[in-house]
RNA sequence: GGCCCCGUAGCUCAGCUGGAUAGAGCACUCGCCUUCUAAGCGAGCGGUCGCAGGUUCGAAUCCUGCCGGGGUCGCCA
């Protein structure tokens, strides 16, 4: 459990107690009120604003009420001092052997330490990736994989209830270019003669893999049918084999999607119209004229009547097109109706991680989910910034076989997989993020990733070492949280770095509520930081070695402490989605 | 031009949704290896939180207007 929401608990029970005392008045809104650790722990351990926030209701000074709150707060146990400071902050200072029993959370739990029923089952649906399915995924996809998936994760560790889910975009004009492309190719492999791919279609390379499956498969059988025939063919062939490349891609990732969300086949079901029709019945769709851009040249501007959605009416700028001129949705209609169906399926919660190109996007979607799910349904859309791929400092090459960008293959290439996934949380989802290949490879502290990978790896080590002396020893986590006496953890050091070890399921839920994974990344720094200064004190002083000859109570003691801080970061590690190491090689 | 994101130490970035003396890492200056992996640790140096107003007991955080950088902008998805 939550230690701070412990302490809350703790607090509201001795403002409760003061007004039935009649020191204060009951029916305190106690809305405002946080219990939090101080930014600076030299104020004390617990900090609380309740004086503050209650001073107006209470028609009290707040420091007046901070002192009801003092008296009562000091006679708890497990409290050692409580102060007023500043405007009115009280401040706890909690006695060492409360965090030191609370390490037994730690140890008991293990990797599950830190879940939280915050969530309470609420079904929450988390889309990313829904990269095009027109050729391999891009780098730029890697970056909002990895956000889409921690974040998942993250949400189910904080108690939702989580749906990850894939767009495929396989209706419109785009994969009516695909099939086009797809059948050069196609007759290329099967005529030999070298196709000449005309400006708007796709060039990349690797559609002639694609053309040679399909020539593998169905032969000559397309060469002299109609054009009608062919192109559904050929588009669904390459639809359905990029989409398993994507898959394979995203696999190697180790990021696998609930639901597969297929446009084409939502269009089919008359959901679409079915969505629209439902704000027609409203009244926010009408013919209309949109005004030019603001800074666009009138020449490029010709004023024509569009169907339009009454976004203005839901916080966006201007109304949006629902339909192009040839009667057919636009992409943004075909999107409305997927969004209802998202929280038609049950997930009143939706996220969506885009990439920074649809930051323009936004707020429409908004306006269209507050629309069409009459206010029922929430969406939060994370827009992913640019990554700039380096290597050494130079811009990385584009890839041969795609011609135009970094596949995401390549990324995976070059340094790994758990590299790929740890980097990209090190930034906040909307700050551009610079990926050096070099960098992120090099193993020193200025390489998060390997800085904290190495606190786990020596943890791991101290412990085998243990095992290896002391055969007879249970050095599981309830093991060790029975047999340890953790008084013996006495040092400032060993008890901050507990406190630290303690806040981490604050820290998730924290995380989730405010849907920022990459916090877990800092987070797990700070652990990492706190263990190596916590090693190197043995390097000073032999006396503060994990492992001390001759002395079983401290050298318990130390492993279960050393013991957390593993369970700690794997158990992050896992949100993350990189596997901790067990030694550095 | 409209909209969105960003602007915090010389550099790269955090800052727990409004709290106390704004924090890390790099770089720079010192110090620590017969010892569980020194692939590490400690100390010092370094900031008018882009600018100007406003709200508040209290603002890096919220509001308004500017300045600078990036993204995006009517039947592409």
Known sequence: MNVFKDFEAKIKAALEAASAAGELPSDLDLSRLTVEPPRDA???????????????????????????????????????????????????????????????????????????????????????????????????????????????????????????????????????????????????????????????????????????????????????????????????????????????????????????????????????????????????????????????????????????????????????????????????????????DKVRRGTPVLIDVWGADHGGYVKRMEAAVKAVTGGQGALDVKICQLVHLMDNGQPVKMSKRAGTFVTLRDVLDAVGRDVVRFIMLTRRNDQTLEFDYAKVREQSKDNPVFYVQYAHARCRSVLRHAAEAHADWDLTGPGLASGADLDRLDSPEEVDLIRLLLSWPRLIEAAAEAHEPHRVAFYLHDVASAFHGLWNKGKDDATLRFLIEGDEGVTKARLALVKAVSLVIASGLAIMGVEPVEEMR
């Open 42 to 340: 030299s104020h004390g351990d617990v900090s609380t604003n309740a004086a503050m926030v209650l001073a107006k209701q209470a028609g009290k000074p707040p420091r007046a009420i901070a002192e009801t709150l003092v008296a009562r707060l000091r006679a708890l146990p497990e409290v050692t001092a409580a102060e007023i400071a500043g405007p009115g902050f009280v401040n706890l200072r909690v006695a060492a052997g409360y965090w030191r029993r609370r390490l037994t959370d730690v140890l008991v739990a293990g990797t599950t330490y830190g879940a939280s029923t915050m969530g309470n089952g609420v079904a929450v649906n988390v889309e990313y990736v829904s990269a095009n399915p027109t050729g391999p995924l891009h780098a730029a996809h890697a970056r909002g994989a990895v956000v889409g998936d921690a974040l998942a994760a993250l949400l189910e560790k904080a108690g939702y209830a989580v749906t990850r889910e894939y767009y495929i975009n396989d209706a419109g004009a785009q994969v009516e270019v695909l099939g086009r492309s797809t059948y050069l190719r196609y007759r290329e492999a099967v005529t030999g003669e070298a196709a000449d791919i005309p400006t708007g279609l796709y060039p990349g390379e690797y559609l002639r893999d694609v053309g040679q499956l399909l020539a593998a498969r169905d032969g000559a059988k397309w060469l002299d049918k109609d054009e009608a025939e062919w192109l559904p063919a050929c588009r669904d062939f390459a639809v359905e084999t990029i989409l398993g490349w994507i898959k394979d891609d995203l696999a190697s990732m180790n990021i696998r999607h609930d639901v597969f969300t297929s446009e084409r086949a939502l269009v089919a079901s008359g959901a679409v119209d079915s969505a629209l029709k439902s704000l027609e019945d409203q009244g926010l769709i009408y013919v209309g004229v949109l005004e030019p851009p603001k800074g666009k040249k009138p020449e490029d501007w010709e004023p024509r009547p569009q169907t339009l959605f009454k976004a203005t009416e839901f916080g966006d700028d201007v109304d949006r097109p629902l339909k192009k001129s040839d009667g057919s949705w636009t992409y943004f209609a075909n999107d409305i109706a997927y969004h209802l």
